[in-house]
């Protein structure tokens, strides 16, 4: 539907969140609508911009933000039932009221799980310079995945040749550019991941050193002497539970650990305790 002139309204097919989750997400908590309508063109007197949204990216960290709010955890930024789901994504810009973007141009950055988003907050968005590259890589290497795993291992691991890296759900979006990223600086790099498919793609596609799946290993401490004889110099913390266990009991002296995620609690009313940690000491 329309409006005419340049004052277009149209349809706009949404995602949105039903309720708070608890336990594994289900598809029921959330659905599609093609009720909402927004108008193409930025509000008088705004700053914002409206922008059609061309690729969105899933985060594993969308569902920490679906669980009911607690007080004290205040940088989660929850989702409100009722509202679209909003994350990461590319949209272009199709008019603008802010001096730093004009319509035509490519963004990256917070919008919504809609084919049209009103976008005000511009602490988390950024102008595409470089278009020689599928704009879908600004979801990935060149997105969130990439900044996380190049400021986890470089600006917080403190990496240097040599060292053994040992990453957890290694396969994932993250995990893969950090263990591609070790091995450009010669360490000794394995990975964890659940299936011999994710494994094969480690060690075939991304030249892991090693990987192995966690759910065919009953002893992780064994397995990991397997692996690192000499200990752990940097592990990149992606699970949590019995894997982040087993970590501490092999951790090297002055050993680092980037805590990225703890993807094997985030579907748990009672998360797993930690029970190695006199190791840290």
């Given at each position: 539907?329309?409006?005419?002139?340049?004052d277009?309204?149209?349809?706009?097919?949404?995602?949105?969140?039903?309720?708070?989750?608890?336990?594994?997400?289900?598809?029921?908590?959330?659905?599609?609508?093609?009720?909402?309508?927004?108008?193409?063109?930025?509000?008088?007197?705004?700053?914002?911009?409206?922008?059609?949204?061309?690729?969105?990216?899933?985060?594993?960290?969308?569902?920490n933000?679906?669980?009911?709010?607690?007080?004290?955890?205040?940088?989660?930024?929850?989702?409100?039932?009722?509202?679209?789901?909003?994350?990461?994504?590319?949209?272009?810009?199709?008019?603008?009221?802010?001096?730093?973007?004009?319509?035509?141009?490519?963004?990256?950055?917070?919008?919504?799980?809609?084919?049209?988003?009103?976008?005000?907050?511009?602490?988390?968005?950024?102008?595409?310079?470089?278009?020689?590259?599928?704009?879908?890589?600004?979801?990935?290497?060149?997105?969130?995945?990439?900044?996380t795993?190049?400021?986890?291992?470089?600006?917080?691991?403190?990496?240097?040749?040599?060292?053994?890296?040992?990453?957890?759900?290694?396969?994932?979006?993250?995990?893969?550019?950090?263990?591609?990223?070790?091995?450009?600086?010669?360490c000794?790099?394995?990975?964890?991941?659940?299936?011999?498919?994710?494994?094969?793609?480690?060690?075939?596609?991304?030249k892991?050193?090693?990987?192995?799946?966690?759910?065919?290993?009953?002893?992780?401490?064994?397995?990991?002497?397997?692996?690192?004889?000499?200990?752990?110099?940097?592990?990149?913390?992606?699970?949590?539970g019995?894997?982040?266990?087993?970590?501490?009991?092999?951790?090297?002296?002055?050993?680092?650990?980037?805590a990225?995620?703890?993807?094997?609690?985030?579907?748990?009313d009672?998360?797993?305790?930690?029970?190695n940690?006199?190791?840290?000491?």
């Amino acid at each position: 539907m329309a409006s005419g002139g340049d004052d277009e309204q149209v349809r706009n097919k949404q995602v949105i969140f039903k309720d708070y989750v608890s336990g594994f997400p289900k598809e029921s908590d959330m659905y599609v609508s093609t009720n909402g309508t927004i108008r193409l063109k930025v509000p008088d007197g705004s700053n914002g911009i409206v922008g059609k949204n061309l690729y969105l990216s899933s985060d594993p960290y969308t569902r920490n933000r679906m669980t009911k709010p607690d007080t004290g955890n205040y940088y989660v930024n929850y989702l409100k039932p009722g509202l679209p789901i909003n994350g990461l994504g590319v949209a272009k810009v199709l008019d603008s009221g802010h001096p730093n973007f004009k319509k035509g141009d490519l963004v990256w950055g917070n919008t919504g799980w809609e084919e049209y988003s009103l976008i005000t907050d511009f602490q988390l968005l950024f102008k595409i310079q470089h278009t020689n590259v599928p704009l879908s890589y600004y979801t990935g290497i060149l997105g969130l995945p990439g900044l996380t795993a190049y400021g986890g291992f470089y600006e917080v691991c403190s990496p240097k040749k040599g060292d053994n890296v040992f990453i957890s759900a290694a396969s994932g979006a993250v995990g893969q550019l950090v263990g591609q990223l070790a091995k450009l600086l010669g360490c000794y790099v394995v990975g964890s991941a659940g299936s011999k498919e994710k494994v094969d793609l480690l060690k075939k596609k991304f030249k892991f050193n090693e990987a192995f799946n966690y759910k065919e290993e009953p002893d992780l401490d064994a397995t990991l002497k397997r692996y690192f004889p000499e200990g752990i110099d940097i592990y990149f913390e992606n699970v949590g539970g019995k894997i982040l266990d087993a970590v501490l009991l092999n951790m090297r002296a002055h050993g680092r650990i980037a805590a990225c995620g703890l993807i094997s609690q985030y579907n748990l009313d009672k998360p797993e305790g930690v029970h190695n940690l006199m190791h840290l000491i």
